[in-house]
């Protein structure tokens, strides 16, 4: 019930354009599996979540670029928000506004390979295959412990498969066979 009540009062500052001071509130909500991720009570309330629940309420990708330019002018996104906020992006299947973050001289966001495995991670095979044929040639320090999490996925019956087995091909070459 409480996560529900913070959704809604998030919901309410969004509409009635509040700000909030990070170190004032707490949600318990927004839970990411990655390894940006928080333990449930550290959360507070921050840009992601705000755009986490924009995405929820359908606004358009030119809104969400502008709300991120005005927090970026005034300096309030870290690294870790940034990574987060791709990381949305790529599991909310949000090609303009990745596309915005990683090539707008806004921000200063830099893809590495952390991202790619972010996405893995979360299973979004489909976006790791994008991302892949954008960026195949930062990918290369890693590759085992890609490779790895792309034959876990086998084991989950999440669907996929074309966009798994063209990830596993590509990274075959790096597998030690024992």
Not at 18 to 41: C, H, L, N, W, Y
Not at 87 to 98: C, E, I, Q, S
Not at 151 to 168: D, H, M, R, T
Request: with cysteine; hydrophobic share 45%.
């Amino acid at each position: 019930m409480l996560a529900n009540r913070q959704e809604y009062l998030v919901k309410q500052c969004i509409k009635y354009g509040t700000k909030f001071d990070t170190g004032s509130a707490q949600i318990k909500k927004i839970v990411f599996a990655g390894r940006t991720s928080q333990p449930m009570e550290d959360r507070n309330i921050r840009l992601v979540d705000f755009i986490q629940i924009m995405l929820e309420l359908k606004w358009k990708s030119q809104e969400i670029v502008t709300i991120l330019a005005n927090y970026y002018k005034k300096g309030q996104i870290d690294p870790i928000d940034k990574r987060e906020l791709f990381l949305l992006f790529a599991m909310k299947r949000k090609l303009k506004l990745m596309s915005h973050l990683v090539n707008s001289d806004d921000f200063s966001f830099e893809f590495r390979e952390d991202n790619f495995i972010d996405v893995i991670e979360n299973d979004v095979y489909d976006m790791a295959v994008l991302l892949y044929r954008e960026y195949f040639l930062l990918l290369r320090t890693q590759q085992e412990k890609i490779l790895k999490l792309i034959v876990a996925s086998f084991g989950k019956a999440n669907g996929q498969l074309e966009a798994k087995a063209f990830l596993i091909k590509r990274f075959i070459t790096h597998m030690r066979f024992e």
